[in-house]
Each structure stands twice: as structure tokens, then as C-alpha cells.
């Protein structure tokens, strides 16, 4: 069944309100979630600047209060960030002027009783989601969040303590009057949909634990005591008359029905360890295992078990990806922990190349996850470098954008012809200049 993308989850309320947010003679193109206006981290801007350095094409810069992995994301002239401060227990939203980086407001709650973390990782790795008229955050055992774009806060929800020894990591996604969160991996594991007016839960999906088998991943066997559990953002499609959220788990992959959190189908084949989040496009949904786990795709828009009948390909081991991969013109771009980008058959998951991709910065790894934006991948590493590649089924490196060589694990926004990164120092707007 063809996928075509879905109905943006916020495109009533930017059909009233206009798609593009516009102040003065800036025209900016909402990038609302974590993975942009769809889902599936592309944009569909073609004025962006794909040349910068820590001196060219820089608009703004700002130092940030402390250490972040979540990413930027961008409505009208509000750029909104995840942040923690440490020592206090903070656990914060930060709103700043899209156009000169100047804070506008910040709030948030305190959390200081014990929650476990990836000593690398500061707290509040999940990045906000917004409809345009409230903002909401997932701060783990401290609750779920949701402000008005003024800072008020609207309403907060305890869902309990999140306990896994790496944390969590999955940003909320708002379709329609729903707001969908994955709350794990651990105990409590759960799906969920939630009234984004009120927090109010809809429905949920508890996850199960997974069933004995030989493992394959890099706890090969470690059946009892290798990690398990997933750290992914679900994604939504539509997939012919009907949208489809989609989420991978430890095992298999599950497809609901947004609105009521009821099951449209599932697929076996992944490994008990999921960190890359699935990715939609061109009527398949391509999931990702951690830790050289099993890789497969999917075709959308079956019932029931489709692993036999919509199963596309599997390959049980692969690199180690943390970030999420594009899709485009029939093939699947990704990008491994250690730097290597790679391009993938759509149809048949055979890899058409390999190459690593690094610039001159001491660390050429990335936890990042890929932007394809006019006809071009943009891929962060962990010396805040972007690497610049032709969607393309020949290698083709474009360039390297370096910066200040500052460590970054984030992802890129794009919107209004900008490109923002964070870095665990610093904030950057990147643009072509202005005409004076």
C-alpha cells in the first residue's frame, strides 16, 4: 500500500493560522517536533545555507546555562529547548527569540530524588513538541509538562518513576488533539495517548517483556543479564485512508490507531535493544536495532501479524546507530556511532555504500540523527561538525561545516531559511546573510 506523508498533526491550527509564521520580513516555516514538520526528519524549505563555519553564516550564537543532548525546535519567532541543571534537579523549558537568540522565558519543576542516567547524558534528553498554542516536555519520573507559548503553565502530569539505568530518551509527538508519549524503557514501560488539553490519559499500551530467545545483538549470550528495552520516538504515517502511529519495542514493531491506542498490526524481527527511532516514507516504515541488532522493513497499512506478508527484508546484525536515518527516492540513508554513513535499498535493504564521514575535529563519532533537506543530508557529529551529503544512491560528500569543535549530540532544526544546532556549550543560528 502507498504511504503518503501524513496530515502534519498541528495542520488544522496552521491552515487557520497560516503554515508560515511571519514577523516583518521573516517568513518561517515551523519545525514543531523533533523530527520536524512530518516526523520523519526532513524539510521542505530550499533556501537554506549548506556552507557555514564558526565565523561564516553565523546569525546568532549563545552560551547555554549547561550540558544538553535535546534539539531545538522552532514556531514562529519562539525557539524552545529542553534543559537541565544538575545540581538543583532542574528540569526546564527554555524559549528564546528565534530571530537574536535573547531568552524570552523559562519554567519548569525540581526534581531531587534519585533518577538513574548514562553518566554522558545529562537529564532532559527528549526534545519539545508544540501545536503553536502550547508546549509540551517530557522530564521522566518529574512528570509530563505542558505551558502555553507564554510560559504559563497549563497542566502537569505524575506518570510515575522512570527507572533504567540509561534514562530515557523519547520526545512527545501531538497528532491532532492527542498527545502520544513512549514512557520507558524500564519499569513502567508503557504507550500512551494522552488529552493535550487537559494530560488526561486516553489510552496506553503496556509493553511486555520480551520472550526467551537467543540473542544476536552485542549481548550475544547474555539472554538473562544483557540490556534490554528501547529508546525510541514513534512516528505517524498515513498509510491509505488511515494514519498509523508506529513504534518499535524490544522484538517487534506495533502500529495503533492514534486516536484510540487500538492495534493495526505488528512485525517480529528486531533485538531486545532499540535505540534508533523508526523512519516513514514512500509506503515503508524502516526500524533500526541497537548495539549491532537486528535492522528490517516494513511495508504499512496491513492488519494483525504482517511479519510473513509485509516484512520487506531483515538484517540481524549491523553497525551501532543511536541517531535515525532519512528516506528518499527509494532508499534509506544511516548513519553508525562511529561515523559511517551509509545507503541502503529501500526495497531490498542491500547497501549500495559505505563511507566514513568525518571533517578535521577530534570526534568523528555521532549520536545525532540525519535532516534531509533539499536534496542534501546534513549529519552532526560529536565535534559539532556537520557533514554535508547528495541524497543519493552515489557517494557524493558535499562538504564539512565545522564549528567550534564543541561536543554536540543533538539534531538539526531547520526553519526560515535557518539552521539551528546546539552543541552541549553553546546555541547557533545559522543563515545566509541579509540583504542591508
Known sequence: MQLSKPTPPWHALAVCAGLFSCAGSLCAANWPAWRGPSGDGSSPEKSVPLSWSATENVRWKIELP???????????DKLLLTQSFEKEGGRTVMCYDRRDGKLLWKSGTTWTKP???????????ASPVT???????????AGLFCWDMNGKELWRRDLGPHAHEWSYAASPLLHGDVCVLYFGPGLNARLMGLDKTSGKTLWEFKEPAPGARPRTDGFKGQEKTGMVGTFTTPVIVRAGQRDELIQ?????????????????WHCDGLNELVYSSPVAGEGVLVAMGG??????????????????????????????????????????????????????????GASLWQER?????????????????????????????????????KFELVRVNSLDGG??????????????????????????????
Not at 549547561?66 to 514562529?76: C, K, L, Q, R
Not at 501545536?131 to 519520573?141: H, K, L, M, P, T
Not at 526553519?415 to 545566509?432: D, E, K, M, P, Y
Open 66 to 76: 549547561e550540558p544538553g543532548d535535546s534539539s531545538p525546535i522552532v514556531w514562529g
Open 115 to 125: 533518577e538513574e542516567r548514562y553518566g554522558k547524558n545529562p537529564h532532559c534528553a
Open 407 to 436: 561536543l554536540a549530540n543533538s539534531s538539526h532544526a531547520i526553519s526560515g531559511g535557518n539552521v539551528f544546532i546546539r552543541t552541549q556549550q553553546h546555541l547557533w543560528c545559522i543563515g545566509a546573510p541579509q540583504a542591508k
Open 131 to 141: 501545536d503553536g498554542q502550547r508546549v509540551i516536555a517530557f522530564f521522566g519520573s
Open 357 to 393: 564521514v568525518k571533517g578535521s575535529g577530534k570526534k568523528g563519532d555521532s549520536w545525532s540523527s540525519m535532516v534531509l533537506v533539499d536534496g542534501h543530508i546534513l549529519c552532526l557529529n560529536q565535534s559539532s561538525e556537520t557533514i554535508v551529503l547528495k541524497a543519493s544512491p
Open 248 to 264: 518499535t519495542f524490544p522484538q517487534f514493531t506495533r502500529a495503533f490507531d492514534p486516536r484510540t491506542g487500538r492495534a493495526l
Open 291 to 348: 548495539f549491532f541488532g537486528t535492522s528490517l522493513a516494513v511495508k504499512t497499512g496491513g492488519t494483525g501479524d504482517v511479519t510473513a506478508t509485509h516484512r520487506l527484508w531483515q538484517t540481524i546484525r549491523t553497525k551501532n546507530r543511536l541517531g535515525t536515518g532519512v528516506i528518499s527516492g527509494g532508499h534509506a540513508y544511516v548513519l553508525n556511532t562511529e561515523g559511517i554513513a551509509e545507503c541502503l535499498n529501500l526495497q531490498t
